[in-house]
């Protein structure tokens, strides 16, 4: 069985690919891609089957498809508006390739969510389901990196911003997202299915800050924001203004409950509990 991994030079690609040398796939039968392949030459070393593969460029897609029986399609990392007509050069390229089975990285609720970022996952879901082929969409929730990776800015600001109201987030590690995706590479009997991903201790921004408050001995409070001001803020910081809009989006998203679930499908599928907030907090650098 032969397995394509896109984003492979990006973080939750590169963990899916250890979490199936680590599941005991072999490391020819994985083939690893990347819009510039020179940043998988440790993998290459390692025996990993590495490839270029451009969303933009269908000829790249086919090449870096062909051979291979299931594709973990992570979705792509480009501005909004260029984001479904990538995905669905992708999936057509599957198809063409003859791919048995696409797992996509969709979010949470995408069939119902409310955010620009939301409608580009359920476009590129309803074009899996029109293309036919068999799919299995991993709904992932907030990365729990997105706020640790943050904590030297929150400390050194004092707060948490935001626009998420009281809203609940169930975000969990890459690590944990990229341990799913692996079993469902690997295993039989998920084609079809749609799992809602996310952590067991769901928390809200206000959660965070008290959490970051435990861990570092230092105050910190959470700043609501209307989602104007907080996409001004995002822009101060050095974000596009673009993608300042889109993330206070996504807050609203959040304040609305479109990140949170109680399924339970990550932990079934990967046969732990995930990762907490406070673990997060606790091996994040300060």
Do not use: C
């Not at 409608?119 to 990196?145: F, M, Q, S």
């Not at 989006?249 to 907490?276: C, H, Q, V």
């Amino acid at each position: 069985m032969s397995i394509v991994v896109t984003g492979v030079t990006g973080q939750l690609g590169r963990l899916t690919v250890e979490a199936l040398l680590r599941r005991g796939i072999p490391a020819a039968d994985i083939i690893a891609t990347g819009r510039n392949p020179a940043g998988l030459k440790d993998l290459a070393e390692r025996g990993v089957t590495t490839r270029r593969a451009d969303f933009t460029d269908s000829d790249s897609l086919a090449e870096a498809f062909a051979g291979a029986d299931r594709l973990l399609l992570i979705s792509a990392s480009v501005p909004v508006e260029e984001r479904v007509a990538n995905h669905r050069r992708a999936i057509d390229a599957a198809v063409t390739a003859g791919v048995s089975l696409v797992v996509y990285t969709s979010t949470t609720h995408a069939d119902t969510a409310t955010t620009v970022i939301g409608a580009t996952h359920r476009e590129t879901e309803e074009h899996l389901r029109d293309r036919g082929i068999p799919t299995v969409l991993l709904r992932n929730g907030w990365y729990l990196e997105n706020y640790t990776s943050q904590l030297a800015r929150i400390l050194n600001y004092g707060a948490v911003v935001g626009a998420a109201g009281q809203g609940r987030i169930s975000a969990a590690s890459r690590a944990d997202y990229a341990e799913a995706a692996a079993v469902v590479l690997t295993a039989e009997g998920h084609a079809g299915a749609v799992y809602e991903l996310g952590g067991d201790e769901p928390f809200t921004l206000a959660d965070l800050a008290d959490a970051i408050s435990a861990a570092s001995g230092k105050q910190i409070a959470y700043s609501d924001l209307p989602v104007d001001e907080f996409a001004q803020v995002l822009v101060a910081a050095g974000l596009p203004a673009e993608l300042a809009e889109v993330l206070a989006d996504a807050d609203l998203g959040l304040g609305r409950g479109e990140m949170y679930t109680d399924s339970g499908d990550l932990r079934r599928l990967i046969g732990r509990p995930p990762m907490t907030l406070a673990e997060a907090i606790a091996a994040a650098p300060f």
